[in-house]
């Protein structure tokens, strides 16, 4: 597969070819995006040979506003009405069910569909422009963490994708929180920005998704790949490391103050700054040649749930 890619600043110009049926990365405040026309299912069948991506595994449809939710989902309920209503725009993805006249390539063949309307000024402005809702997954090769930065996006698709809408760093890092609001109570499948507590505020019963176990079937198809990993191994700690590390090619993230030995260290002033850094973190480590990443556990609260989701799937927990 070769194709021009072409870079743009101009959401427009973006939105032009993604219009004429091209794939197209774009920036979020959670992770980078690559989109296609929700109603073209030769585009979307592009977005998963660009990625490498198993073809069940659905994507998120992305809108400018909650007001188009209609086109691809209907049967709202109480609970998805109130998690709309305060989140979107914003790091929230819901489940809904999904409209028939949306290709099942894009669900993976399930009867829900994944929506969610970036508050990104940048993605906002794309959507806006896109004649229809944009089915997007993160912008990386499958099993690679996902993209916060576009130079990251063009290193892994560039030469494999049609466009690629140039914007700032993603501000949160992580991916959207994902609630499934097809069944009762709603089940969290995805932890995200928007932490639990947050969430129970609205839906008081809300119920965590459990990770599968072998054999059995997945609540979110996603939840049975390996993801977000880097080439180094992880190895999880509930505090920094009292010794120096085995090999001198290791690195170490965390919240604590960076202790010594290490190639490389990142220390984070908070969970917020942790999820931010964290998949730039793993990238820059896999660039050094790091063989092994020490990755202190933040506590489990707010975004805190979801840095420790990701480490773990990382670590192949
Ligand atoms: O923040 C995000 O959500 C980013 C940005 C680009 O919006 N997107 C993202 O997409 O992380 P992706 O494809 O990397 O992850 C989507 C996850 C997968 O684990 C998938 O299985 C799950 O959402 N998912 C999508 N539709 C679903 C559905 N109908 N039911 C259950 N899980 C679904
Ligand atoms: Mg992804």
């Known amino acids: ?48 040979r660009a990625k490498g991506r198993p073809s069940d595994n659905p994507l998120i449809v992305h809108l400018h506003s909650p007001d188009r939710i209609g086109e691809v989902a209907c049967g709202l309920n109480a609970h998805a009405d109130a998690l709309i209503a305060r989140f979107f725009p914003g790091p929230l993805t819901v489940v809904l069910k999904k409209r028939s006249s949306v290709p099942g390539i894009v669900s993976a063949g399930l009867p829900t569909i994944g929506v969610r309307c970036p508050s990104h000024p940048v993605a906002a402005e794309f959507l806006k422009h896109c004649h229809h809702p944009v089915a997007a997954p993160s912008a990386n090769l499958s099993g690679r963490p996902s993209p916060t930065d576009w130079r990251t996006v063009f290193h892994d698709l560039g030469g494999r994708i049609d466009g690629l809408l140039r914007g700032e760093p993603s501000t949160i890092g992580l991916e959207s929180t994902i609630v499934d609001c097809t069944v009762d109570p709603p089940l969290l ?100 040649g790091i063989d092994t990443i020490y990755c202190e556990l933040p506590p489990e609260e707010g975004i805190g749930r979801a840095i420790r989701d990701r480490l773990r799937k990382a670590a192949g927990n």
């Open 1 to 48: 597969m070769h194709l021009q890619t072409i870079v743009t600043d101009s959401p427009i110009e973006a939105a032009q070819l993604l219009n004429r049926g091209g794939i197209v990365a774009f920036p979020t405040e959670t992770v980078y995006g690559l989109g296609a026309d929700v109603f073209r299912p030769e585009s979307v069948a592009g977005i998963f």
């Open 189 to 288: 499948l995805r932890s995200g920005a928007i932490g639990v507590e947050a969430l129970r505020e609205l839906v008081p019963g809300l119920q965590v998704a459990t990770s599968c176990k072998p054999g059995e079937a997945p609540k979110s198809p996603g939840m049975k790949y390996r993801h977000y990993s880097p080439e180094a191994s992880i190895v999880l700690l509930d505090k920094p490391p009292e010794s120096m590390p085995p090999s001198p090619a290791s690195a170490w993230i965390g919240l604590s103050a960076p202790p010594a030995g290490f190639a490389r260290t990142m220390s984070c002033r908070s969970s917020e700054e942790y999820a931010r850094v964290l998949f730039g973190f793993f990238r820059a480590c896999d660039a050094e």
